[in-house]
């Protein structure tokens, strides 16, 4: 059976099979990227809506591949996930996030994403005291934007993890708000001070019924009590729309792309100068 070991089935394609080799390699590379300083963290705005004003920003990694290439994090999240590299790679994100944040000229906030599988098997709470405490960030400048998961089945570690972080001061935003599987019951109860709106809503509101949606989100999350950050948006028309239905914040390529951090700092002086 040596043969199954490089044809697994029927139907496997050559294409298939270069899929599953960058796979492999990126796989086996990945767990050198970070000591060979392949990671970079870029920011993305994030602004009020009623003045534009950048209020905080959202980290995005990014990897470097000396041959392959920049590669998406849409690409290797999930493999760190698969492996469980995501956790030291969480951790290597939270401290590079609070340490360059603390010395930014404008005390905005930093999102960082955490990937549910950190939830799982990290011990999340003690890397956000330590990032804390080494770069003396103040707690209420971090936000950490969680994902519910399908992988994640237990609501009640979900919860205490959330209460506890809540505890030390963070900021919780639930990210890709509405793509998830729950039901809504189940944000009633978890603590968190924001939703982030997922692109799709924001991008798709061609039709009415799509529009609807979009506003019904906000006005939901408005009643809970939290804020809204919107995703995506792309171009004024969008902007406005979401400013008229009462959305506070929003994020995307009308407001700025990822930048790398000198051209962050320089937009922010450019602000302090207004
Ligand atoms: P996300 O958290 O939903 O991040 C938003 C994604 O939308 C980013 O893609 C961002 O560059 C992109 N984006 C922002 N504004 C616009 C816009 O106006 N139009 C369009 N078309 N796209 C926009 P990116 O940087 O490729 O990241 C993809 C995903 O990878 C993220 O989705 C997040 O789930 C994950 N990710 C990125 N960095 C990290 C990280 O440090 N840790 C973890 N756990 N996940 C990360
Ligand atoms: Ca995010
Ligand atoms: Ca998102
Ligand atoms: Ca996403």
């Given at each position: 059976h040596a043969r199954s070991e490089r044809l697994p089935?029927?139907?496997?394609?050559?294409?298939?099979?270069?899929a599953l080799d960058r796979h492999r390699r990126l796989d086996s590379d990945l767990r050198q990227a970070l000591s060979r300083d392949q990671l970079r963290l870029l920011f993305q705005p994030q602004v009020d809506l009623s003045d534009g004003r950048i209020v905080g920003v959202e980290s995005l990694m990014r990897w470097e591949h000396p041959e392959l290439g920049l590669v998406s994090p849409a690409e290797f999240i999930p493999l760190a996930e698969?492996?469980?590299?995501?956790?030291?790679?969480?951790?290597?994100?939270?401290?590079r996030a609070c340490s360059q944040a603390v010395a930014w000229p404008v005390p905005i906030s930093v999102a960082v994403n955490v990937s549910p599988v950190q939830f799982l098997r990290s011990d999340l709470i003690a890397s956000v005291e330590a990032a804390l405490s080494r770069s003396g960030l103040p707690p209420e400048r971090l936000d950490l934007e969680i994902t519910e998961s399908s992988r994640v089945t237990d609501p009640s570690r979900v919860h205490d993890v959330m209460w506890h972080l809540q505890k030390l001061g963070v900021h919780l935003s639930i990210d890709d708000f509405g793509t998830g599987y729950s039901a809504l019951s189940h944000f009633r109860d978890l603590p968190f001070d924001m939703v982030k709106i997922d692109q799709g809503f924001v991008r798709d509101r061609k039709s009415?019924?799509?529009?609807v949606l979009l506003a019904a989100i906000v006005e939901l999350a408005r009643?809970?009590?939290?804020?809204?950050?919107?995703?995506?948006?792309?171009?004024a028309e969008t902007a406005a729309i979401l400013r008229a239905m009462g959305c506070t914040f929003a994020q995307g390529y009308h407001f700025g792309r990822p930048l790398p951090e000198d051209a962050l700092i320089?937009?922010?002086?450019?602000?302090?100068?207004k």
């Amino acid at each position: 059976h040596a043969r199954s070991e490089r044809l697994p089935a029927r139907g496997f394609s050559r294409a298939d099979q270069s899929a599953l080799d960058r796979h492999r390699r990126l796989d086996s590379d990945l767990r050198q990227a970070l000591s060979r300083d392949q990671l970079r963290l870029l920011f993305q705005p994030q602004v009020d809506l009623s003045d534009g004003r950048i209020v905080g920003v959202e980290s995005l990694m990014r990897w470097e591949h000396p041959e392959l290439g920049l590669v998406s994090p849409a690409e290797f999240i999930p493999l760190a996930e698969e492996t469980g590299l995501i956790v030291e790679l969480g951790r290597w994100i939270l401290d590079r996030a609070c340490s360059q944040a603390v010395a930014w000229p404008v005390p905005i906030s930093v999102a960082v994403n955490v990937s549910p599988v950190q939830f799982l098997r990290s011990d999340l709470i003690a890397s956000v005291e330590a990032a804390l405490s080494r770069s003396g960030l103040p707690p209420e400048r971090l936000d950490l934007e969680i994902t519910e998961s399908s992988r994640v089945t237990d609501p009640s570690r979900v919860h205490d993890v959330m209460w506890h972080l809540q505890k030390l001061g963070v900021h919780l935003s639930i990210d890709d708000f509405g793509t998830g599987y729950s039901a809504l019951s189940h944000f009633r109860d978890l603590p968190f001070d924001m939703v982030k709106i997922d692109q799709g809503f924001v991008r798709d509101r061609k039709s009415e019924s799509d529009r609807v949606l979009l506003a019904a989100i906000v006005e939901l999350a408005r009643k809970m009590g939290k804020q809204t950050l919107a995703e995506g948006v792309e171009d004024a028309e969008t902007a406005a729309i979401l400013r008229a239905m009462g959305c506070t914040f929003a994020q995307g390529y009308h407001f700025g792309r990822p930048l790398p951090e000198d051209a962050l700092i320089a937009l922010l002086l450019g602000q302090v100068e207004k």
